[in-house]
């Protein structure tokens, strides 16, 4: 029967390392599409999901509890994320090399509406600089709250509300929906 | 407006690669150990500091030993048996180790 995060956090911390395990069998997927859609590439991405892991067991001690653990988790992917993409200088490149090389007017005679849409939107969010594409990953994608979200980036309430808001417009104006 | 970004709800999540969990685990385990040797470095350097610092205080309070003028006349050949026997000792002990660790 599976246990929640406190769980396996206080047997981790207990010396029981195989319990960290449960931990990235539950956030790998979410913590890795994350950075992997930061960064803008598969396999560095794959370097920086484990680092992430790799630093919350070794700071776990300094884990309060204050949040919850996917909250503080998320955190430091975000950290590790936005570091990489500042350290390395990337552009933001789309993770599907077709997003680049081919025309996007392809897509829009094809497929139902809202497919066409989404398909516009994920090529508009590749353009963006990676720490609004976060933003907007963890709040639409991710499904956070505006004050996780705050704790996960270290901005204040408002300035994510604005920061959203303002690359919501961007979005709309990029994919040609903003009316 | 912002209903019409909440299609971005749909949006794929990025495919974990394989072995993704036991890589990570492998790293983790090494980060363990790393920090088990540490503690295991400060306990015996702290172990060190404190036998030091007794040896340190029980020579400040009694003194240095007078060390006795070694008569080498018949008694050499003693310590020359003493002086073989450890190394011998320590020889014998290099080996057992060399043999030890090509075992594991």
Request: hydrophobic residues 40%; charged residues 30%; glycine residues 8%.
């Amino acid at each position: 029967m599976p246990h929640d995060d406190k769980y396996y956090v206080g047997r981790t911390r207990a010396g029981a390392v195989e319990a960290f395990g449960e931990l990235v069998d539950r956030y790998g997927g979410r913590v890795y599409s994350l950075v992997a859609r930061i960064v803008g590439n598969r396999e560095e991405a794959e370097e920086l999901a484990q680092d992430v892991f790799v630093k919350a067991f070794v700071h776990l001690g300094s884990f309060r509890e204050q949040c919850s653990f996917s909250t503080w988790l998320y955190r430091i992917a975000w950290n590790t994320a936005i570091s990489a993409t500042r350290r390395r200088r990337l552009r933001g490149l789309p993770l599907d090399e077709k997003l680049a090389d081919e025309g996007q007017d392809e897509w829009f005679d094809e497929g139902p509406d809202d497919d066409r849409r989404l398909e516009r939107l994920d090529a508009a969010l590749s353009t963006l600089p990676p720490d609004e594409r976060a933003l907007v990953l963890l709040f639409y994608t991710e499904e956070r709250s505006v004050e996780e979200i705050a704790a996960i980036t270290g901005l204040s309430r408002p300035n994510v509300k604005t920061k959203l808001h303002r690359i919501r417009k961007k979005l709309l104006i990029l994919t040609g929906d903003e009316r | 407006m912002s209903d019409k970004l909440q299609i971005l709800k749909r949006l794929p999540r990025e495919e974990l690669p394989c072995g993704f969990r036991a890589r990570t685990m492998r790293r983790i385990e090494a980060a363990s150990a790393r920090r088990g040797e540490r503690l295991e470095m400060l306990v015996v350097t702290l172990a060190s500091a404190v036998i030091v610092g007794l040896v340190a205080w029980l020579l400040s309070r009694n003194g240095f030993p007078k060390v006795p003028k070694i008569e080498w006349g018949a008694s050499a050949m003693f310590f020359v048996y003493i002086g073989a026997l450890s190394l011998l000792l320590l020889g014998g002990d290099c080996l057992l180790r060399r043999i030890y660790r090509k075992e594991i």
